[in-house]
């Protein structure tokens, strides 16, 4: 049984960083697209970051979405099986609880194209982060 397990959360000020980290643990048929969500009370998952591996090797395609352009950057060590996303610039609509996930490796690329949370099958607990002006 796989497990993801986040940490890093916290609270900041406007303008500053913070890097959340998950690792990841038991999943014996390996992963290939991952990434980071957030929510809010009453708002929808919404898919923040994710990387397609290289297939063991560090590194892959990245993707983003829009709002985190330029401030945000996902990182995989496959070695030590965890994937960091660096926060950077941090604004008080960044404040959430954010999701490591995971998506079946059958279903290649396509979750982490398209940043949607119905197309990853594994999350991790969550870890909130807060920033405020």
């Known amino acids: 049984q796989g497990q993801l397990l986040e940490s890093g959360g916290g609270s900041v000020t406007d303008g500053g960083s913070l890097t959340l980290s998950c690792v990841a643990s038991?999943?014996?048929?390996?992963?290939?697209?991952v990434g980071w969500f957030r929510q809010t009370p009453g708002k929808e998952r919404e898919g923040v970051a994710a990387l397609y591996t290289n297939g063991g090797k560090n590194g892959g395609s990245t993707y983003y979405t829009d709002a985190v352009k330029g401030r945000f950057s996902i990182s995989l060590d496959n070695i030590k099986n965890t994937l960091t996303l660096q926060m950077n610039d941090l604004k008080p609509e960044d404040s959430a609880t954010y999701y490591c996930?995971?998506?079946?490796?059958?279903?290649?690329?396509?979750?982490?194209?398209?940043?949607?949370?119905?197309?990853?099958?594994?999350w991790g607990q969550g870890t909130q982060v807060t920033v405020s002006s």
């Open positions: 996930a995971a998506a079946t490796p059958r279903d290649g690329g396509g979750p982490c194209v398209y940043l949607r949370s119905d197309l990853f099958n594994y």
């Open positions: 038991g999943y014996t048929s390996g992963l290939r697209c």
